[in-house]
């Protein structure tokens, strides 16, 4: 097996997203087909700023597994840890893109998904203690084994720099708040980096307001805190910083897929060793470009496409990376 520098944990699947946006799904005509899930979306932003990346995750025996394979494999990122279940069929998710800030998800997997049977016996152990990143998202404590699996993930780990946990709460994938707070804040104490918006926040440490919630984070033991705020901006705290960074406007056409660049971003910058702000500012341009555009893992930036933004003086996105 081969150790790669990014290794990230997690759901991925096959988007369906509408070539006709601002109108209702039952409208739609013609659709495009995307390869998906957070965690996979991360790998694929942070693979575009040419990181060694890989995903342990599952699919099912079917077409759609075999074509997320080759589509990850295109994208740059390697699909060596992929399980092929025989039994779950591969995730199918559909979003209804209604700009600006309209895009629900309606998540097809059940009764499970094959990213939600990954097992202690699937874990690439070298990989997990010698990764320069592990990223993994809340979606995967939601079920077992997965959620065992996490946990022995971060058993290995030995919350090393940089295990980020990206808190990612969709109470969609939960029939219990409660469980999903208890197994959120086991996980923070093993992890170094956390990421969430503050719903999210509130749900693993009990704060909304951005300040407090960034320090319970570090109270838990998390030693870099990101606070997303959409448009507002973004606050980060570590034990000795905290920098907060204005959001990147741009003109909206789906907002899905911007947690994930600013996540891939995230993972280039722990990996380059920058500083807290320019790491901030970096994530939040490249989250605001894939904002602007329809899909989300083929939209992801490259480094040069952000810098632009970053150099360009204006809010208008679309205006900077023409």
Same mark, same amino acid.
């Given at each position: 097996?081969?150790?790669?520098?990014?290794?990230?944990?997690?759901?991925?699947?096959?988007?369906?997203?509408?070539l006709?946006?601002?109108?209702?799904?039952?409208?739609?005509?013609?659709?495009?087909?995307?390869?998906?899930g957070?965690?996979?979306?991360?790998?694929?932003?942070?693979?575009r700023?040419?990181?060694?990346?890989?995903?342990?995750?599952?699919?099912?025996?079917?077409?759609?597994?075999?074509?997320?394979?080759?589509?990850?494999?295109r994208?740059?990122?390697?699909?060596?840890?992929?399980?092929?279940?025989?039994?779950?069929?591969?995730?199918?998710?559909?979003?209804?893109?209604?700009?600006?800030?309209?895009?629900?998800?309606?998540?097809?997997?059940?009764?499970?998904?094959?990213d939600?049977?990954?097992?202690?016996?699937?874990?690439?152990?070298?990989?997990?203690?010698?990764?320069?990143?592990?990223?993994?998202? &809340?979606?995967? @404590?939601?079920?077992?084994p997965?959620? #065992?699996?996490? =946990?022995?993930?971060l058993?290995?780990?030995?919350? /090393? !720099?940089?295990?980020v946990?990206?808190?990612?709460?969709?109470?969609?994938?939960?029939?219990?708040?409660?469980?999903?707070?208890?197994?959120?804040?086991?996980?923070?104490?093993?992890?170094?980096?956390?990421?969430?918006?503050?719903?999210?926040?509130?749900?693993?440490?009990?704060?909304?307001?951005?300040?407090?919630?960034?320090?319970?984070?570090?109270?838990?033991g998390?030693?870099?805190?990101?606070?997303?705020?959409?448009?507002?901006?973004?606050?980060?705290?570590?034990?000795?910083?905290?920098?907060?960074?204005?959001?990147?406007?741009?003109?909206?056409?789906?907002?899905?897929?911007?947690?994930d660049?600013? &996540?891939?971003? @995230?993972?280039h910058?722990?990996?380059? #060793?920058?500083? =807290?702000e320019r790491?901030?500012?970096?994530?939040? /341009? !490249?989250?605001?470009?894939?904002a602007?555009?329809?899909e989300c893992?083929?939209?992801?930036?490259?480094?040069?496409?952000?810098?632009?933004?970053?150099?360009?003086?204006?809010?208008?996105?679309?205006?900077?990376?023409?």
């Amino acid at each position: 097996m081969t150790n790669h520098a990014i290794l990230a944990v997690g759901r991925c699947g096959v988007d369906v997203y509408p070539l006709q946006t601002g109108v209702t799904l039952e409208e739609v005509s013609t659709f495009g087909k995307f390869l998906g899930g957070s965690p996979m979306n991360v790998t694929v932003a942070a693979a575009r700023y040419g990181e060694d990346c890989a995903i342990l995750t599952g699919v099912g025996d079917d077409p759609f597994g075999r074509w997320v394979r080759l589509e990850m494999r295109r994208l740059g990122v390697s699909d060596e840890y992929v399980i092929v279940d025989p039994v779950l069929n591969t995730p199918v998710t559909f979003c209804e893109i209604i700009p600006p800030d309209h895009n629900p998800f309606f998540f097809y997997r059940e009764p499970s998904a094959p990213d939600l049977q990954i097992r202690t016996t699937d874990i690439p152990e070298d990989n997990v203690r010698d990764a320069r990143v592990v990223w993994f998202s &809340g979606t995967g @404590l939601s079920e077992e084994p997965s959620y #065992g699996t996490h =946990l022995e993930i971060l058993k290995l780990r030995g919350a /090393a !720099a940089h295990t980020v946990f990206d808190l990612d709460w969709r109470p969609v994938f939960w029939k219990d708040t409660e469980q999903a707070r208890q197994r959120y804040q086991r996980c923070l104490e093993q992890s170094t980096v956390a990421v969430g918006n503050l719903e999210e926040c509130e749900l693993a440490v009990g704060e909304n307001d951005p300040e407090r919630a960034a320090q319970a984070l570090l109270d838990r033991g998390i030693t870099t805190a990101v606070v997303k705020q959409g448009d507002r901006g973004t606050l980060a705290r570590t034990a000795d910083e905290t920098v907060f960074v204005p959001a990147v406007h741009c003109r909206t056409l789906n907002g899905a897929g911007a947690g994930d660049a600013f &996540g891939g971003a @995230l993972c280039h910058a722990l990996i380059r #060793g920058w500083d =807290l702000e320019r790491t901030i500012r970096f994530a939040n /341009a !490249a989250g605001a470009i894939v904002a602007s555009r329809l899909e989300c893992s083929t939209a992801m930036p490259t480094e040069a496409e952000v810098e632009r933004v970053l150099g360009a003086g204006t809010t208008d996105v679309l205006e900077a990376v023409a």
